[in-house]
């Protein structure tokens, strides 16, 4: 909105002439994001604290009595900072904002509607797990089906691999479309499933939404692509801003969450988060670097997956208890000691990430 308000303006008055540049309009989202976070969070934490008195805001499985009444949905706070933030920095016409802003939307309904039910006591467990997931894939499916048609070019179905030049698998539209589905929906769920920790979301979010900014941002022009030998993906720079946006939404909500946290993120806010870096992994093929900028959300939600499995098939556990942060704490880990060495963790992952761009 601001850039399509003041950019005209540039010939009378230079200054405006920065709305131009994506890395102003990203940096003034972030700080947006972040600062409407702070200035509405504790009003916010307020009224979600008297409403849910009473209701069920921490999952039985998990061991942390001490944490009942702290309320969730925390996430409606960083959704909303990260709406407003995009509608006022992004260029509008680009058709990947409102995108991914659906996504946000769509995925935080779902969200909000499963917190909701088990707040209010209303149903048990909240949405039922092949509910939810028939509608992120759905909903995946055809956002992914719907970016393909914003790129007119013959390499829009093609499957990129990171560290290689020249693997690459065309899958056609239709196989497109569903591997972005489970990318989306996937992610949504790995991030969901790592949201059990005072502040283990929030940070590792920050620096995989901050990782794919500067993708985004590369992606975007064909200078560097060139240079870097990656594909090109017209309109993918603008998703920078967005990115940024999300980088200040939950620095804002962290500030909040920090142990000992005042409010959850909830499911409102984990799966919106997740499914976003799977909607911008897709836009800028590059899914099997989400996979490795994101990998300590990869590790947690297979850690449930082989937990199940194994004692299903065998009767056998692996972990002491899944996800993986569980795991730890099990064998005697402080809370913050998890959390900080999943965030060094993160911070690692995405340097390797960021490397794959030259390493080819």
Same mark, same amino acid.
């Given at each position: 909105?601001?850039?399509?308000?003041?950019?005209?303006?540039?010939?009378?008055?230079?200054?405006?002439?920065?709305?131009?540049?994506?890395?102003?309009?990203?940096?003034?989202?972030?700080?947006?994001?972040?600062?409407?976070?702070?200035?509405?969070?504790?009003?916010?934490?307020?009224?979600?604290?008297?409403?849910?008195?009473?209701?069920?805001?921490?999952?039985?499985?998990?061991?942390?009595?001490?944490?009942?009444?702290?309320?969730?949905?925390?996430?409606?706070?960083?959704?909303?900072?990260?709406?407003?933030?995009?509608?006022?920095?992004?260029?509008?016409?680009?058709?990947?904002?409102?995108?991914?802003?659906?996504?946000?939307?769509?995925?935080?309904?779902?969200?909000?509607?499963?917190?909701?039910?088990?707040?209010?006591?209303?149903?048990? +467990?909240?949405? *039922?797990?092949?509910?939810? =997931? @028939?509608?992120?894939?759905? !909903?995946?499916?055809?956002?992914?089906? %719907? #970016?393909?048609?914003?790129?007119?070019?013959?390499?829009?179905?093609?499957?990129?691999?990171?560290?290689?030049?020249?693997?690459?698998?065309?899958?056609?539209?239709?196989?497109?479309?569903?591997?972005?589905?489970?990318?989306?929906?996937?992610?949504?769920?790995?991030?969901?499933?790592?949201?059990?920790?005072?502040?283990?979301?929030?940070?590792?979010?920050?620096?995989?939404?901050?990782?794919?900014?500067?993708?985004?941002?590369?992606?975007?022009?064909?200078?560097?692509?060139?240079?870097?030998?990656?594909?090109?993906?017209?309109?993918?720079?603008?998703?920078?801003?967005?990115?940024?946006?999300?980088?200040?939404?939950?620095?804002?909500?962290?500030?909040?969450?920090?142990?000992?946290?005042?409010?959850?993120?909830?499911?409102? +806010?984990?799966? *919106?988060?997740?499914?976003? =870096? @799977?909607?911008?992994?897709? !836009?800028?093929?590059?899914?099997?670097? %989400? #996979?490795?900028?994101?990998?300590?959300?990869?590790?947690?939600?297979?850690?449930?997956?082989?937990?199940?499995?194994?004692?299903?098939?065998?009767?056998?556990?692996?972990?002491?208890?899944?996800?993986?942060?569980?795991?730890?704490?099990?064998?005697?880990?402080?809370?913050?000691?998890?959390?900080?060495?999943?965030?060094?963790?993160?911070?690692?992952?995405?340097?390797?990430?960021?490397?794959?761009?030259?390493?080819?």
């Amino acid at each position: 909105m601001l850039y399509h308000l003041l950019y005209p303006l540039a010939d009378a008055f230079s200054i405006f002439n920065l709305f131009q540049y994506i890395t102003v309009r990203a940096g003034g989202a972030l700080i947006t994001a972040f600062a409407l976070s702070i200035l509405m969070g504790p009003s916010l934490i307020m009224r979600f604290r008297a409403w849910q008195s009473g209701g069920d805001t921490v999952k039985d499985v998990l061991p942390h009595q001490q944490k009942m009444g702290t309320p969730t949905m925390g996430g409606a706070l960083m959704l909303f900072s990260l709406t407003v933030s995009t509608l006022l920095w992004t260029d509008l016409t680009t058709p990947y904002i409102w995108l991914l802003l659906a996504v946000a939307l769509l995925f935080g309904a779902i969200g909000f509607t499963d917190d909701w039910l088990s707040v209010t006591k209303t149903r048990k +467990g909240g949405v *039922p797990g092949r509910v939810r =997931l @028939g509608l992120q894939l759905l !909903i995946g499916a055809f956002v992914t089906s %719907l #970016a393909l048609t914003f790129v007119d070019r013959p390499d829009a179905t093609v499957l990129y691999f990171p560290f290689f030049k020249t693997l690459n698998i065309d899958l056609g539209m239709i196989g497109y479309s569903l591997f972005g589905a489970v990318v989306i929906a996937g992610a949504a769920n790995a991030v969901n499933i790592t949201d059990g920790l005072d502040g283990l979301v929030s940070f590792p979010a920050m620096v995989v939404a901050g990782t794919f900014a500067v993708l985004a941002y590369i992606i975007g022009r064909t200078d560097f692509t060139s240079y870097l030998g990656i594909a090109y993906v017209p309109g993918a720079g603008e998703v920078t801003v967005l990115c940024a946006a999300l980088v200040g939404g939950l620095l804002g909500f962290l500030w909040f969450n920090a142990p000992p946290a005042r409010i959850f993120m909830g499911d409102t +806010g984990s799966l *919106p988060v997740g499914a976003l =870096l @799977g909607t911008v992994a897709v !836009i800028t093929k590059q899914e099997f670097t %989400l #996979a490795i900028v994101g990998g300590l959300f990869v590790a947690e939600i297979m850690s449930s997956v082989l937990q199940v499995i194994s004692f299903k098939t065998t009767g056998k556990r692996i972990f002491k208890m899944a996800p993986l942060h569980h795991h730890f704490e099990q064998s005697g880990w402080a809370e913050s000691t998890i959390v900080v060495r999943f965030w060094i963790v993160s911070l690692l992952l995405a340097l390797i990430g960021l490397a794959t761009l030259k390493l080819r």
